[in-house]
């Protein structure tokens, strides 16, 4: 193999030489790759993060279509904030917690998605109750000394009735009343209207949207840079305007970050 692989950034070119089988693997996985509305979001959650506890915590929701990015950017910022253990202490500090919501938003099983979040234990035997479950988290969530509670799929709570929403809703209030922490909330549009119903929440959340990709400049940059880590021994122009355009037809703008 002489190709220099000029096409790969100097990091990634040696893997150009790996086995056909090593490389599509490499093709298929997760990669984060920073672009201006994802550093634009990682920088509101971290200026949620560092308010200082108080009565009316701020809080954000982060809502795009599917596909748009919204997990892989929790995830990033998750990864930002790791989880510690103090061996002297027998402690672990978590200082960001996100966990998905659960198929409908029932009380118990939202905590016990919380509880497994925190890495807990999961007891065998009879289901706890909601409030048992509920004073549990709250004790490992002050403390593991979280300051970020982040809710995936929030959307998925319209799947409940309206007594199972309303609940849910005052869920969320009181966990952001009772641990004086931020709390983040990532879904479709679907989950802004459905804050948007209770009063209090719509004034305590900012809202910031990741939108469809268009063909610009951005979307250029993300492909090319794209184009540059996947182990290709042929440049792809990824960038080329052609391209481009293909990808926003497959993708109906909704898809090309969602790799990001």
Request: hydrophobic letters at 40%; charged letters at 25%.
């Amino acid at each position: 193999m002489t190709e220099d692989f000029a096409h790969l950034h100097p990091t990634y070119r040696a893997l150009a030489t790996l086995p056909a089988e090593d490389r599509i693997a490499r093709v298929r996985a997760d990669r984060w790759i920073q672009y201006p509305t994802a550093d634009a979001a990682l920088a509101r959650l971290a200026d949620v993060m560092s308010y200082p506890p108080r009565d009316r915590m701020p809080c954000l929701l982060l809502y795009g279509d599917t596909g748009m990015g919204k997990t892989m950017i929790v995830r990033c910022f998750t990864r930002a904030h790791p989880s510690s253990f103090d061996r002297t202490s027998g402690m672990t500090t978590m200082p960001v917690v996100a966990f998905q919501m659960p198929p409908e938003p029932d009380e118990a099983d939202f905590y016990g998605e919380l509880f497994a979040a925190l890495g807990a234990p999961q007891r065998m035997g009879s289901r706890p109750a909601a409030k048992q479950i509920r004073d549990l988290c709250r004790h490992l969530l002050r403390t593991m000394g979280t300051r970020l509670l982040i809710i995936d799929e929030v959307h998925t709570m319209l799947a409940g009735t309206y007594r199972q929403q309303r609940i849910f809703l005052n869920t969320i209030r009181f966990l952001a009343n009772d641990l004086r922490i931020p709390l983040v909330c990532a879904g479709t549009d679907l989950a802004r209207q459905a804050l948007l119903t209770d009063p209090q929440l719509a004034e305590r959340f900012d809202a910031f949207h990741l939108p469809r990709w268009r063909d610009g400049e951005p979307l250029r940059l993300l492909l090319a840079s794209l184009s540059a880590v996947l182990p290709l021994r042929k440049a792809s122009q990824l960038d080329n305007a052609a391209v481009r355009k293909r990808v926003l037809e497959l993708t109906t703008g909704s898809r090309c970050g969602s790799a990001a």
